[in-house]
């Protein structure tokens, strides 16, 4: 047999899982360019919080604000804000902003609520002590800043608008919506009303749902990305921090300051550092899920595109958390869904996709389109059952270890 380590549990005590694959079976592993790139150290976390791009040290730009919000992402990003927090809140109090003018608010979007044990793992016990951390309610206590280019009305959190300095906190990887995450997403849809949120993902023309799936890495006449960028110049953003991840999901690059150039620096590198060669005809293709596996789907973009007419697909999906909870895409039952119900079609060349999850949630079927080709199973030797039985020779196979945040062109 041959042993295939995938990076797992990335909010559950990151750890190694090793799986075996029958010997005599072609395995190609196919990493992203950036994947074992080596993690910043503390000071230069501290270096490029301390040193923004395109405008004042913190220390100074923010002298005089009177009231503060940092936004950070939720627990489907894998952003290591704890280890990022610290040097933003050591700016501000040279800056001598009082803690008791900052509060941190999750941009949640259409998502689940976190709880107070998610929001330690994701800014640090220190953090809770002193400041208040607030969910983002996407239903209410939003107003109107303005309306973009292609008519769609933005409405932000009231308690962001209320504050004069916002800062927000987030991670870039490839998305299969916006084309990049990171920059102004974290504002929009992630602090706006559900209706905001509606209208940016709702389909521009005829082709359905379907049409705001712009793939991953596709930033060319993006609608979804225009609408991003106006709403960020509407909130009136003052910094944003954009860090990118290994395949453990550790800080590698940090980018901060004025909103527009640090995302444009920071997607340079991005295009880079998540680049990966494109396998091509495998009978086999394992999709590992680890910065999103509670939405594993979005592994599946790479995977469909290296499988040959017939092969199998294997999407890991560890999530012990379940699938996220999305108020406007995901299932509510088996027969209602939210409006813009998200199911991702399975292309007729693949025999199986095999959604495997050692943590079971049936549920999560409902983010796949209803077939009997879809088998979701918790145990590797039911998954190698399959394989073998629908290849009794010799199988190519391809890994992708970090499918939920690789790319190819």
């Not at 927090?85 to 976190?114: K, M, S």
């Not at 280019?149 to 932000?156: A, D, E, L, R």
Request: hydrophobic content about 40%; glycine content about 8%.
């Amino acid at each position: 047999m041959s042993v295939i380590s995938l990076p797992q549990l990335a909010w559950h005590g990151a750890k190694e899982l090793k799986l075996n694959l029958p010997s005599g079976w072609q395995v190609e592993v196919c990493n992203m360019a950036g994947y074992n790139k080596p993690p910043l150290n503390p000071t230069a976390l501290k270096n490029a919080i301390a040193n923004p791009i395109e405008i004042a040290p913190l220390r100074e730009y923010a002298r005089g604000k009177k009231e503060v919000a940092i936004l950070f992402d939720d627990m489907t990003r894998v952003t290591r804000t704890a280890l990022i927090v610290p040097h933003i809140l050591e700016e501000l109090a040279a800056a001598d902003i009082e803690d008791n003018r900052i509060r941190f608010i999750v941009a949640i979007g259409c998502h689940g609520a976190l709880d107070r044990v998610d929001f330690a793992k994701k800014l640090g016990e220190d953090v809770l002590k002193r400041f208040p951390i607030y969910n983002h309610n996407p239903f209410d206590n939003c107003v109107y800043v303005g309306t973009t280019t292609s008519g769609t009305k933005v409405n932000i959190n009231a308690e962001v608008m209320h504050c004069d300095l916002k800062i927000v906190v987030g991670s870039i990887v490839p998305h299969e919506m916006a084309g990049f995450s990171g920059g102004g997403k974290i504002v929009v849809p992630g602090v706006a009303a559900y209706e905001t949120v509606l209208a940016l993902h709702s389909p521009r023309g005829s082709g359905g749902f379907n049409e705001t799936i712009s793939g991953m890495g596709a930033l060319t006449d993006n609608p979804r990305r225009r609408d991003i960028d106006e709403a960020v110049d509407m909130v009136g953003l003052d910094m944003i921090v954009d860090a990118l991840v290994n395949t453990w999901g550790e800080t590698t690059a940090l980018y901060a300051g004025s909103p527009r150039p640090v995302y444009a620096a920071a997607l340079e590198e991005a295009k880079q550092h998540y680049l990966t060669p494109q396998a091509k005809d495998k009978d086999v293709v394992i999709a590992n899920t680890y910065a999103k596996a509670s939405e594993a789907v979005s592994g599946l973009s790479i995977a469909f595109s290296s499988v040959k007419d017939g092969g199998d697909v294997v999407l890991i999906a560890n999530a012990p958390e379940g699938q996220a909870t999305h108020y406007l895409m995901g299932p509510f039952g088996n027969t209602i869904a939210g409006k813009l119900k998200l199911q991702k079609k399975i292309p007729p060349r693949v025999k199986h996709l095999i959604f495997f999850n050692e943590y079971p949630d049936l549920a999560a079927r409902h983010y796949l389109e209803d077939t009997d080709r879809l088998v979701m199973l918790d145990k590797w030797n039911d998954v190698l059952k399959i394989l073998k039985q629908d290849f009794t020779g010799q199988a190519n196979v391809a890994v992708y270890p970090n499918a939920d945040i690789q790319y190819c062109v």
